[in-house]
């Protein structure tokens, strides 16, 4: 990226400061084939301002375009392409890398502005499905990338903790239930009572009204439904929190749709007074006619509230107490009418803040190309997926490098890592199969792989002896067989704020990949190791590319571990 502006500064002022800065940086591209140059830039969209032609304005620009980092240009027919300067980039490139350590590639444009996440939430008594895992993967990814540009990540588990399914399994429980079932396996077991209640309640329609009665008592803050749904909600985030150890994932509040009950009322008095609220079909609602959105029920006939609307109190709450200035939803694709309306009623409500809410959906994940799903006991237990992983990631160790000494961290590092590259190398709305095999692949585009290539560099550095003290280079080779990743390490920077600015951590995940590739490429092609006056150099260089590696894994919520 620097490189990028710093040709496009050239050519603002080659161009007499007649289109600004940040208009032709995004108009230079990267040619495919780094034969044809290291940038390129095209002039057709000069043609107007200049009233020339695209090639003869690229031809007098030529002329105009010095500097010491820039080797050589060419044009051809209206593209100027630039070559850098190999030498001076590379070493610039090298030891900014070592000097800003992980600091490398970091933006400095949050100015320590906080930015909500709303991401996992599950919902209590029910399995951590596959969606909550995308969200919580996604979101946590998400949160470090937006820190690295600068903001402050507040990360937020909107756990699913209250609604009318509380009292059908209040109700079930009561019916069926058995306490020392539920103790010694509370997910799986209120998880049968919930599905039971479902095909009973099909013959059975008094089943549902109970349900509605318990749920009324619960929302009364009766003691009895009070302490069940307590316990519910202990044991269920005694197991997520199991996953979130796991996956090394944090949160900075569990604050849950329970969290908002005191703060029903003075939601639904606002928008009174606002005069939003009508009356359809016994129920209050808010209709978003202008916004051609079907209305937003706010409250059922019976007073109970709607999950639009504890999102409400939370969007006023977050901002009352973050004062955010961005606030993400990484939420399924399958709720995006609930926040287009979520957001159009606090439009409507005059809150400008609105426009800083945005909902990251994503695609879902598949299984032989059919949604897996949590329902009719058909269910996927995420917490067994990642322990298979750790399993097959330890096998694979047990047979690459037996006498690796701490296995069963490296495994655990391998396997859920695996599982979260997995999901984060493509762009997020894409569906993913869901193939263990797939993850855990120690070639192509997977998590061991990149983690692999950073192990493979760091026995290099080991087997260099390499200190940062003995860093400065005797000799410089000529960079030619290094200079593809160089030129890769110089683009960190890019990927990540490609990543920022599409919510998409897929950017980075394919970066890493590719620094992956072209490092191993390297390390084919030359002999890093022989004792000549260059090995300082190309040290430095593979130590560079530790450090992004890292640094890149890191920014997806993965660790990398030094041997494997
Ligand atoms: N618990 C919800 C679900 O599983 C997701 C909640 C998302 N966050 C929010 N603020 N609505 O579908």
Known sequence: MKYKQEFAKILYEALDHEIQVKELEVLIEKPKNQQHGDLAFPCFSLAKVKRKSPTIIAQELREKIQSPTIEKVEVVGAYINIFLNKKIVSEDTVDTIIQQQEKYGALDIGHNRPVTIDLSSPNIAKPFSMGHLRSTVIGNSLAFIVEKCGYKPIRINHIGDWGTQFGKLITAYKLWGEAEKVKLNPIKELLTLYVKFHDEAESDPSLVEQGRNWFKKLEEGDEEATSLWQWFRDES?????????????????????????????????????????????????????????????????????????????????????????????????????????????????????????????????????????????????????????????????????????????????????????????????????????????????????????????????????????????????????????????????????????????????????????????????????????????RLALVYSVTIVLKEGLRLLGIEAPEEM
């Not at 969007?315 to 990484?330: C, E, G, P």
């Not at 855990?440 to 983690?451: A, C, D, K, M, S």
């Not at 000799?475 to 290094?482: C, N, Q, R, V």
């Open 237 to 537: 985030l005694k197991e997520f929190s199991r996953i979130y150890e796991l996956m090394n994932v944090q949160f900075d509040s569990f604050a849950g749709e329970a969290f908002y009950n005191d703060k029903m009322d003075r939601i639904v008095k606002l928008l009174e007074e606002k005069q939003l609220l009508v009356e359809s079909d016994q129920a209050q609602v808010v209709e978003l006619i202008d916004e051609e959105l079907p209305p937003c029920l706010i409250k059922k006939s019976d007073g109970a509230t709607l999950y639009a609307t504890r999102d409400l109190a939370a969007a006023l709450y977050r901002k009352k107490n973050y004062d955010f200035n961005l606030s993400l939803y990484v939420v399924g694709n399958e709720q995006s009418l609930h926040f287009k309306q979520l957001m159009a009623v606090l439009e409507k409500m005059g809150y400008s803040w609105a426009s800083k809410m945005v909902h990251i959906p994503f695609g879902m994940m598949l299984k032989d190309g059919k949604k897996m799903s949590t329902r009719k006991g058909k269910v996927v237990l995420l917490e067994e997926v990642l322990n298979e992983s750790i399993a097959m990631a330890r096998h694979n160790i047990e047979e690459k490098n037996p006498n690796l000494t701490n296995k069963d961290t490296v495994a655990k590092q391998v396997g859920v890592g695996a599982v979260m590259f997995h999901d984060l190398k493509n762009f997020r709305m894409n569906d993913i199969e869901f193939s263990l095999e797939e993850m855990l692949r120690f070639e192509g585009e997977t998590g061991p792989y990149v983690q692999y290539t950073y192990a493979r560099a760091c026995s290099i550095l080991r087997k260099g002896n390499w200190e940062i003290a003995k860093a400065v280079p005797v000799s410089s080779p000529s960079w030619e067989k290094e200079w593809k990743v160089v030129s890769l390490l110089t683009e960190f920077t890019g990927s990540i704020k490609r990543a920022y600015e599409q919510f998409d951590p897929s950017q980075i995940a394919k970066y890493i990949v590719d620094l992956a590739q072209a490092f191993n490429k390297y390390y084919g092609d030359v002999k890093i190791l022989e004792d000549n006056a260059e090995q300082q150099a």
